[in-house]
C-alpha cells in the first residue's frame, strides 16, 4: 500500500457479567487498514497510517491505477470505528458449564464412596464417610460459588520541483498533509523527485516495484506529513477518489518495510466481498435509521440480520441503504504481499466468522473434563460395588472413558478458534449506563453554558477535565468504557467530539457501535456587569 519515507524506524498501524461481552483486540502495530468503497466503476479508498520515525518530516507513497478526481482527508475515528463494530462473534463467558458436572460431582461423590467402602451392616464407617463427603461436598460448592464472583470481577509545505520524467498532475494541502500526485516515466525519474523534496529515494528494491505500476500506467500519490518532533504519529487517513474498472488495494510497496503486516480492510459495494489470502470476518446488508427519539442521535445503519449497528456518521457518508458491508483481514509477511489485493465481488451472502477467546476455551475443556471425571466415577461405583471384585471387562472401559476425556479436551484444546480479547467489557446496561452518564453532563453543562459554540478545539478536549471540576467524577481518570483507556477527543466508541452542522454546533458523544448522541451547543451566555 505505502512506503514510509526518511523513517529509519517505522511502523503501520492505527490500535458484572450477565455474561461478559468480549471484543476482538485490537491490533497493535505493524498494522494497516482501509476501507474500500466501489460503486459504478468508481473507487473510493480511504487508508490509514502512523509512522514511527526520528525525522520530524515524513512521508510515504501510494499508488494508484488511474488520476484521482478527488482527495481528501477522512476523520481519524471512523476505520477505528468500524473495525469495532464489525467484529467476529466471540464465544467468551462459558464460566457457568463447568458448574454443573462439578455440582453433580460433589452430588454423587459422597453415594459413590458409600457404594464402593461401606458394606451393609458397617453403620459406624457408613456415616463417618457421609458427615466427610458432606464437608466435601459443602467445600466443591463454596469453590465454585468462590469461581462465580471472581469471573464475575473482572515541515512546511515545499515549492513545486522540476524533474525531468515527472508530471506532476496536482499538488494541495490536506489537513498536515502536503499532498503531490505524479505520473513517472520511470522509477529513476520518481527517487529523484523524493530525493529533491528531501525524502529518502528508493532502492534497487523499491525502483523494481515502482517500475512494475510504472508499466501499468499508474500513477503515485505521494503524502509528507509535516510535525514538529520525531516520534510515533497518528495522521488523518487519507482518501482518493479514482476510476477503477474493479476494487484493488495497492499492496505492494508495503513489502519493502520488510516486516509482518495486519491488514484490515472494509469494502462497501453492492455485493459481498472476498481476496485471496484473507479471512472474510463478516458481510451484511445495510438499512439506514433516523430516529426521532431521545436522545439526539445522528442518523446510522444497521445490518438486515446480525444486529451490526455502525453508527459512525463519517463511515455513513460513503454507505447507502441496501449497501453491503465485508470485513477482511490477513496477516501478511513480505513475500505475501509481492502483488496487489484483488477485491473480488460475489452474490451476496450474510455471514459472521465465529471465535472463542482462551477464557471460553479453558472452560469448554474443563467442563469436557469434568463431564469425563463424572462419567468415571460412576462407572467405578457400578464396578466396585460393596468393594467387589471388578469383572475382567470393567476396567477397561473405565480406562477407555478416561482415554476418550483426556483425547477430546487435547481435541478441543488444539483445535477450537481462539482469538485475544482485549479490554473485559462490562454488560451493556453498565455501558450504556456510563455513555449515558456522559451524555446528561454533556446537557447539563450545556445549559449553564459550560459548553458553548464559541469553544476552540483544546477547550473541547478538556471535557474530562470539566467534569472533575464540576464534580460529576470523583476522579480525574475518567476511561472509555468500551477499552479501559482514557476517553478522549476523537469520534469513535466510548469518546467524544464537537460537530458543527449548518449554523449549529454540537457536543458529541459516541456509544459502543459509533453511534452519535448530539447536545446542541448555544452561543456564549452573556456575563453581567458588575456594579
Same mark, same amino acid.
Request: charged share 20%; aromatic share 10%; proline share 2%.
Given at each position: 500500500m505505502a512506503i514510509v519515507l526518511a523513517c529509519p524506524l517505522f511502523a503501520q498501524a492505527n490500535g458484572a457479567k450477565f455474561p461478559e461481552v468480549a471484543f476482538a483486540k485490537m491490533p497493535e502495530i505493524p498494522q494497516q487498514r482501509a476501507m474500500i468503497v466501489w460503486q459504478d466503476g468508481v473507487e473510493t479508498l480511504v487508508v490509514e497510517t502512523s509512522y514511527k520515525s526520528e525525522s520530524p518530516d515524513v512521508g510515504w507513497v501510494l499508488p494508484i491505477p488511474a488520476k484521482p478526481t478527488k482527495l481528501d482527508i477522512a476523520d481519524a475515528g471512523m476505520l477505528t470505528s468500524l473495525s469495532i463494530c464489525l467484529q467476529p462473534r466471540i464465544t467468551h463467558d462459558l464460566s457457568k458449564y463447568p458448574q454443573i458436572p462439578l455440582l453433580l460431582i460433589a452430588w454423587f461423590l459422597p453415594f459413590v464412596c458409600v457404594v464402593i467402602f461401606v458394606k451393609e451392616r458397617d453403620q459406624r464407617r457408613k456415616w463417618a464417610l457421609a458427615i466427610l463427603l458432606v464437608i466435601v461436598f459443602c467445600v466443591l460448592v463454596a469453590i465454585s460459588a468462590w469461581g462465580s464472583v471472581h469471573t464475575a470481577e473482572m515541515q512546511s509545505a515545499r515549492g513545486p520541483q522540476e524533474i525531468e520524467g515527472i508530471t506532476q498532475l496536482s499538488r494541495q494541502r490536506l489537513g498536515n498533509y502536503d499532498v503531490a500526485v505524479l505520473k513517472a516515466d520511470d522509477s529513476d525519474a520518481l527517487s529523484q523527485w523524493l530525493k529533491s523534496n528531501s525524502l529518502k529515494p528508493l532502492d534497487a528494491k523499491g525502483k523494481n516495484v515502482v517500475d512494475d505500476y510504472i508499466a501499468r500506467k499508474w500513477c503515485f500519490v505521494v503524502a509528507r506529513l509535516h510535525r514538529e518532533t520525531g516520534g510515533l504519529a497518528a495522521a488523518h487517513p487519507i482518501a482518493v477518489t479514482f476510476p477503477a474498472a474493479a476494487p484493488v488495494y495497492p499492496m505492494k510497496m508495503t513489502s519493502?518495510?520488510?516486516?509482518?503486516?495486519?491488514?484490515?480492510?472494509?469494502?462497501?459495494?453492492?455485493?459481498?466481498?472476498?481476496?485471496?489470502?484473507?479471512?472474510?470476518?463478516?458481510?451484511?446488508?445495510?438499512?439506514?435509521?433516523?430516529?426521532?427519539?431521545p436522545p439526539n442521535v445522528a442518523p446510522y445503519y444497521v445490518s438486515k440480520s446480525m444486529g451490526f449497528t455502525i453508527g459512525s456518521p463519517e463511515a455513513g457518508e460513503f454507505m447507502w441503504p441496501g449497501c453491503v458491508v465485508t470485513k477482511l483481514t490477513a496477516d501478511l509477511s513480505p513475500e505475501q504481499m509481492d502483488h496487489d489485493v484483488a477485491i473480488n465481488l460475489t452474490e451476496f451472502s450474510p455471514y459472521q466468522q465465529h471465535l472463542y477467546s482462551a477464557s471460553a476455551r479453558r472452560d $469448554?475443556? +474443563?467442563?469436557?473434563? =469434568?463431564?469425563?471425571?463424572?462419567? #468415571? !466415577?460412576?462407572?467405578?461405583?457400578?464396578?466396585?460395588?460393596?468393594?467387589?471384585?471388578?469383572?475382567?471387562?470393567?476396567?477397561?472401559? $473405565?480406562? +477407555?472413558?478416561?482415554? =476418550?476425556?483426556?483425547?477430546?479436551? #487435547? !481435541?478441543v484444546h488444539t483445535t477450537l478458534p481462539v482469538i485475544p480479547v482485549g479490554?473485559?467489557?462490562?454488560?451493556?446496561?453498565?455501558?450504556?449506563?456510563?455513555?449515558?452518564? =456522559?451524555?446528561?453532563?454533556?446537557?447539563?453543562?450545556?445549559?449553564?453554558?459550560?459548553?458553548?459554540?464559541?469553544?476552540?478545539?483544546?477547550?473541547?478536549?478538556?471535557?474530562?477535565?470539566?467534569l472533575v471540576n464540576r464534580k460529576y467524577f470523583s476522579h480525574t481518570n475518567i476511561t472509555n468504557p468500551f477499552f479501559g483507556e482514557k476517553i478522549r477527543y476523537e469520534r469513535s466508541p466510548g469518546n467524544f467530539s464537537s460537530r458543527k452542522i449548518g449554523d449549529k454546533t454540537f457536543f458529541?458523544?459516541?456509544?459502543?457501535?459509533?453511534?452519535?448522541?448530539?447536545?446542541?451547543?448555544?452561543a456564549r451566555p452573556m456575563r453581567r456587569k458588575t456594579k
Open positions: 519493502l518495510a520488510g516486516s509482518d503486516t495486519r491488514v484490515e480492510l472494509f469494502v462497501i459495494s453492492d455485493r459481498s466481498a472476498a481476496a485471496d489470502g484473507f479471512q472474510c470476518v463478516t458481510s451484511n446488508s445495510y438499512r439506514q435509521i433516523v430516529s426521532k427519539k $469448554i475443556v +474443563l467442563s469436557i473434563c =469434568l463431564w469425563g471425571v463424572l462419567a #468415571v !466415577i460412576l462407572a467405578l461405583a457400578a464396578a466396585f460395588n460393596k468393594m467387589r471384585r471388578p469383572r475382567r471387562w470393567e476396567l477397561p472401559v $473405565i480406562a +477407555l472413558l478416561a482415554g =476418550l476425556t483426556v483425547l477430546a479436551s #487435547v !481435541i479490554f473485559d467489557r462490562e454488560h451493556g446496561f453498565f455501558r450504556y449506563m456510563h455513555i449515558g452518564s =456522559l451524555h446528561g453532563a454533556a446537557e447539563h453543562l450545556a445549559s449553564d453554558g459550560s459548553l458553548h459554540s464559541g469553544m476552540s478545539h483544546a477547550e473541547f478536549a478538556a471535557f474530562p477535565t470539566l458529541c458523544i459516541y456509544d459502543q457501535d459509533g453511534v452519535e448522541w448530539r447536545v446542541e451547543l448555544q
